[in-house]
């Protein structure tokens, strides 16, 4: 059996039917979730939004087993991000996910200069 990969996934969307309650919410909130500070990678996720209230971003770390794929991690993270905005009555289109397997991922390292 093969070990866990730790996978990075990006969930993007756009708001859709706001209500004006979550409007409000989003807004009084904004400045949380913009810039970097919504750009955490985490279990739980993140939210990353800007006051325009268009798009959105959310980011996760999913550990998955590797034989199942970035399909599954992506899986994983739009059924989370799915609950995360259901639970706050946040409306949107259609999620997407970009999924990076962080034990595959190649690291360039600069070399030393003589």
Do not use: C
Not at 51 to 62: C, E, N, P
Not at 103 to 113: E, F, G, H, V
């Amino acid at each position: 059996m093969a070990e866990n990969h730790t996978y990075r996934v990006i969930v993007r969307a756009t708001f859709d039917g706001l209500t004006a309650e979550a409007r409000e919410r989003l807004l009084a909130e904004a400045a949380e979730h913009e810039g970097i500070a919504g750009m955490r990678f985490g279990p739980e996720g993140s939210l990353a939004y800007d006051r325009t209230l268009k798009a959105f971003s959310m980011r996760y770390v999913i550990e998955s087993d590797p034989d199942d794929g970035d399909e599954m991690a992506g899986a994983l993270a739009e059924e989370k991000a799915e609950a995360y905005l259901a639970e706050r009555g946040y409306g949107h289109g259609e999620l997407r996910s970009t999924v990076t397997d962080m034990d595959t991922m190649k690291i360039n390292r600069k070399s030393k200069s003589r």
